[in-house]
């Protein structure tokens, strides 16, 4: 079986405000759960309309609350920008408050603005990273933790509590270069898969991770990478298509404009259309937009099981974290979500294991 979770993005397009935008991804996760997903992913943002949620962990102990089997997991917690005792505390007590249902996906961070507002040498994330971690692993199967390094000095201290999951909860980590593939397959972390990428590029992804984690003695059929989707599904295939591509155009031009200084209100293109494009310096983003597209199940629910069939042909995924909330608003959403438990998740058939 193909093991599906939700994936929330929490951005503020326009005509919505902040608080119906919290409170929407509340609800699909109720909705969710009801319908049989595994798990919610949240994202970690700052500065921008992109994404409402600055701190993942927070907003994950709000949806654990307003579910009862659900997993929440984060999608991913910026560690470098946080002190690693802190986080190894936040994350123990979630998950013994939710009993194990927290999943901690972490990264080194991609935005420089992050960096520096909150003092992290964006030079050395890799470093910090890897010790961050080493930090909050001793933490949550000792109970104990100490660092004497470039980055943080402190004494051994006691950690309280230790995580409800032994020895921590499930791990996740997202890498698309070489050398962040090559350090997480050798710990056996899985990944969260970037939606967007063409079939043969997530492939070649995996292809580079399994070859890594191979040699390090994991199996790579037993790690449980995700693969992200922005999604969409109606009768009308051609409406959802439209709505998608106007809200995938202003997030991602959102998502450049938080990379750098200055920003305002990602407003302005929204609703541009492709013959006025040459006002914004090229069609860059255009085929950018294109491309999530063609990459992604948004369609009729046939079209939608045509293209994840094809994917997991291509890539052997087994896990699929459905992005949704680009049809719309609140009420096209959940009937989206709907839609595709009832007719595009029964006739999506995992692929085979190699003997």
């Known amino acids: 079986m193909i093991d599906w979770s939700l994936f929330l993005i929490n951005a503020q397009p326009p005509g919505m405000n902040a608080h119906d935008v919290l409170m929407n991804g509340a609800c699909y996760a109720a909705e969710s759960e009801r319908l049989g997903y595994s798990t919610a992913w949240v994202l970690e943002h700052h500065f921008t309309q992109f994404g409402l949620v600055g701190s993942p962990l927070f907003y994950a102990s709000f949806l654990l609350g307003k579910t009862t089997s659900l997993k929440v997991g984060t999608a991913i917690q910026v560690i470098t920008l946080d002190h690693p005792v802190r986080l190894a505390e936040q994350v123990a007590l979630l998950d013994q408050l939710s009993e194990g249902r927290l999943i901690f996906g972490f990264g080194r961070g991609y935005f420089q603005k992050d960096f520096v507002v909150f003092d992290t040498d964006r030079h050395k994330t890799r470093e910090i990273a890897d010790e961050w971690l080493a930090i909050m692993k001793s933490a949550w199967t000792t109970g104990r933790c100490s660092s004497n390094s470039e980055y943080v000095t402190f004494p051994q201290v006691n950690i309280n509590p230790r995580p409800f999951t032994k020895p921590h909860p499930q791990l996740y980590t997202v890498a698309q270069t070489d050398q962040t593939i090559e350090w997480a397959a050798k710990q056996g972390i899985p990944l969260l898969l970037p939606f967007g990428f063409s079939d043969a590029q997530t492939r070649s992804l995996l292809d ?22 922005l999604a969409g599904v109606s009768s009308d295939g051609r409406r959802v298509k439209d709505t998608a591509r106007e809200r995938i155009l202003w997030w991602e031009e959102a998502s450049q404009r938080a990379m750098r200084f200055g920003e305002t209100l990602a407003f302005e293109r929204y609703g541009k259309r492709p013959n006025e494009e040459k006002a914004w310096g090229g069609n860059g983003l255009f085929d950018t937009v294109d491309a999530y597209m063609a990459n992604s199940p948004i369609g009729t ?19 699929i974290a459905l992005a949704l909330e680009g049809v719309g608003q609140r009420e096209a959403v959940l009937d989206s979500m709907r839609q595709f438990s009832e007719e595009v998740m029964p006739f999506v058939s995992a692929p085979q294991m190699a003997d």
């Open 208 to 229: 580079c991770y399994n070859a890594f984690a191979e040699k390090a003695g994991f199996d790579p059929n037993t790690i449980p990478h995700v693969l992200t989707a």
């Open 301 to 319: 629910p046939q079209e939608c099981i045509d293209k994840l069939g094809r994917t997991i042909e291509v890539t052997g995924i087994r896990r």
